[in-house]
């Protein structure tokens, strides 16, 4: 069982930053940030493991980072858009798995969750 803590969210204007991170209880081989807005479905935000991979939405703004040592991930926003305004929530699979390759940010690929943290960006 690993156990997820996210922090960091918080409400910023339009073009501002965030970062956020998320404690892991142990190592975990791949970690994701995930988002879901009212009335959306959730979407796969960027992943890290041996590669990061990102959202087309998000390229170029946000920054995935992972600490080994101090089992934490991290997710460093700038240039934020009112249409980032969601939760975010860390996810965690804890074993290199050879189907979870090229899948790196659909849910299903991830077996822990954290309990979210909002992110609200305004215009």
């Known amino acids: 069982q690993v156990q997820l803590v996210e922090s960091g969210g918080g409400s910023v204007q339009a073009g501002g930053s965030l970062k956020l991170s998320c404690a892991a209880s142990?190592?975990?081989?791949?970690m994701g940030w995930f988002r879901q807005a009212p009335g959306k479905e959730r979407e796969g935000v960027a992943s890290?493991?041996?590669?990061?991979n990102y959202a087309d939405s998000v390229k170029g703004r946000f920054t995935i980072s992972k600490d080994n040592a101090k089992n934490t991930l991290y997710l460093q926003m700038n240039s934020l858009k009112p249409e980032d305004t969601a939760m975010y929530y860390c996810?965690?699979?804890?074993?290199?798995?050879?189907?979870?390759?090229?899948?790196?940010?659909?849910?299903?690929?991830?077996?822990?969750w954290g309990q979210g943290t909002q992110v609200t960006v305004s215009s």
């Open positions: 142990a190592y975990t081989y791949r």
């Open positions: 996810a965690a699979d804890p074993f290199p798995r050879g189907w979870a390759v090229g899948r790196e940010l659909q849910d299903s690929v991830y077996n822990y």
């Open positions: 890290i493991d041996t590669r990061t």
